[in-house]
């Protein structure tokens, strides 16, 4: 099938649920995108800051930028111009540089915290206690320049389904507790970023917004050798 044929299965697929696709082109090719962008997708994934960069310059203006992949604080400042969502922040210090880089260049930058909800150490993210702890904190009420507007988390890299399913679960679970509890200016929970290409089914069940597919749109990575 065709990238623009794959698109065009996912979002029947994603019709009834409350998910969009974000396209995920890291090591992709411009011209994959361009086919992508012809049948109608415009939000897309990268994870690598310079490929990002290189990527926004070269295609279409109108393009939806996510930074999904782990994010350095010296990298920053290279995206903040223009970059759409950050799903990634795992950190108060990262969320601090976002915030003075967004300022730098007179724009609020729309953020999701990562949150640790997988059986592996290999995952970033916060912890629950640590997560309240900071949106209730003063520091989180002086970035001003951010806004925090959900949550994203990453299963357990495993065939069991049902462990999967939990950990999904239990995001949705903290999501609306935030909702609930935890009231500024700065914070609108309204995202939930969870489900990749292997387990964005269970994802849509549980309640995920946004879902982060590549190898089943554009085909195997393309590393370079």
């Known amino acids: ?32 995108l361009l086919q992508a962008y012809e049948s109608g997708q415009r939000a897309f994934g990268e994870n690598k800051v310079q490929e990002l960069v290189a990527k926004a310059e070269a295609l279409p203006k109108d393009i939806e930028w996510h930074m999904i992949g782990h994010l350095q604080r010296n990298k920053v400042k290279y995206i903040a111009p223009f970059v759409s969502l950050i799903h990634g922040v795992d950190s108060e210090r990262l969320l601090k540089e976002i915030d003075k880089q967004a300022a730098k260049n007179e724009r609020i930058i729309n953020c999701l915290l990562q949150v640790h909800i997988a059986e592996e150490d290999t995952k970033f993210g916060f912890d629950e206690a640590e997560l309240m702890a900071f949106l209730n904190s003063e520091v989180f009420d002086q970035l001003s320049h951010i806004r925090v507007i959900g949550l994203m988390g990453m299963a357990t890299n495993t065939d069991n389904m049902e462990q999967v399913r939990k950990e999904f679960a239990s995001l949705k679970k903290l999501s609306e507790k935030i909702k609930n509890e935890v009231e500024k200016s700065n914070l609108e929970m309204k995202e939930l970023s969870m489900g990749m290409t292997s387990d964005y089914k269970i ?9 982060r597919v590549g190898s089943a749109i554009f085909g195997a990575r393309n590393y370079p050798v």
């Open 1 to 32: 099938m065709s990238i623009a044929e794959n698109i065009t299965l996912f979002n029947k697929q994603l019709e009834g649920t409350s998910a969009r696709l974000i396209a995920v082109s890291k090591t992709k090719p411009n011209e994959d």
């Open 203 to 211: 994802a849509c069940e549980e309640g995920s917004t946004m879902i």
